[in-house]
């Protein structure tokens, strides 16, 4: 099973570390709360109590899904299947309905088409480009691949069946 590594922009990783940072401050000040008053200043001890378990909580997920994001966001063909994560939506993506990859070279982008015209953008680095494409290949070498280039005529594509 070959991994291919999601590329984020600049603008997610910030994203992500804002969500990290929430889930640490959210964290800190619960835990300051208990360790400081406690039950002492509770009217109603239940509502105390849900307050500091569910400032435990937000805080646990904000975590998780920072470090998820981070961890957990790629693409990978398994078998016969195209499996794409980021964090923690997995989709999976049968490799003998995908009709053509499409390396837009004007863009920069490298696109999935399937059987039905539905397409996915594959994020990841340029110089991974040519791996991902023959991990496919190796699943299902009757995918058409082709290349669009800034000069590109439809005899220009490079083709593999």
Do not use: H, W
Not at 49 to 58: D, E, H, M
Request: hydrophobic content about 45%; glycine content about 6%; aromatic content about 10%.
């Amino acid at each position: 099973m070959e991994t291919f590594k999601y590329r984020f922009s600049a603008l997610m990783y910030v994203l992500i570390a804002i969500i990290g940072a929430v889930g640490v401050v959210v964290l800190a000040i619960t835990l300051y709360q208990v360790i400081a008053f406690g039950m002492e200043l509770s009217a109603v001890q239940a509502l105390t109590i849900t307050r500091y378990v569910l400032g435990f909580v937000v805080s646990a997920i904000l975590i998780t899904l920072a470090i998820t994001f981070l961890a957990n966001s790629g693409y990978s063909v398994k078998g016969k299947k195209l499996i794409t994560r980021l964090g923690i939506l997995v989709s999976s993506y049968d490799v003998y309905k995908i009709d053509t990859i499409l390396s837009d070279r004007t863009t920069g982008k490298l696109f999935v088409i399937f059987e039905n015209d539905d397409s996915i953008n594959i994020v990841i680095a340029q110089n991974q480009y040519e791996d991902f494409v023959q991990a496919v290949l190796n699943a299902n070498p009757r995918i058409e691949y082709s290349i669009k280039s800034k000069t590109s005529s439809g005899e220009d594509d490079k083709k593999n069946k």
